[in-house]
């Protein structure tokens, strides 16, 4: 069974620092590509980061404050292959819920987390 769980989501203050983790499992990590993806209320779902063999993409919106990166348990007892989302220079505008998405390309996420909220205020 495929398990993406997110984690780390919160509330902070402009300027501030967040990051989120998502614990994945049940898919061969490396052969995908992993996503975060964000929706704010009234609001188009938006691509944050992605990262893959190919390497990572950003959102301009989030260039150069956010940072994707990945831990893979390499069949490690108890490890947990992970992604995650460093979130630096919050602005009131990152403020959404926060999905983990993995998939075969980035444009084709088959496997989303249960998302994490990110509330950032000025």
């Known amino acids: 069974e495929v398990q993406l769980v997110e984690s780390g989501g919160g509330l902070v203050q402009a300027g501030g620092s967040l990051r989120l983790s998502c614990a994945a499992s049940?898919?061969?990590?490396?052969?995908?590509?992993k996503c975060w993806v964000r929706q704010a209320p009234g609001k188009k779902r938006e691509k944050v980061s992605c990262?893959?063999?190919?390497?990572?993409?950003?959102?301009?919106?989030?260039k150069g404050r956010f940072t994707i990166s990945t831990d893979n348990a390499k069949n490690m007892d108890n490890a947990k292959n992970m992604v995650y989302l460093q979130m630096n220079s919050l602005k009131p505008e990152d403020t959404a819920v926060y999905y983990c998405?993995?998939?075969?390309?980035?444009?084709?996420?088959?496997?989303w987390g249960q998302g994490t909220q990110v509330t950032v205020f000025s």
């Open positions: 998405a993995a998939g075969p390309y980035s444009d084709l996420m088959d496997y």
């Open positions: 049940g898919f061969t990590f490396d052969g995908y590509a």
């Open positions: 990262i893959s063999a190919g390497g990572t993409s950003y959102a301009d919106s989030v």
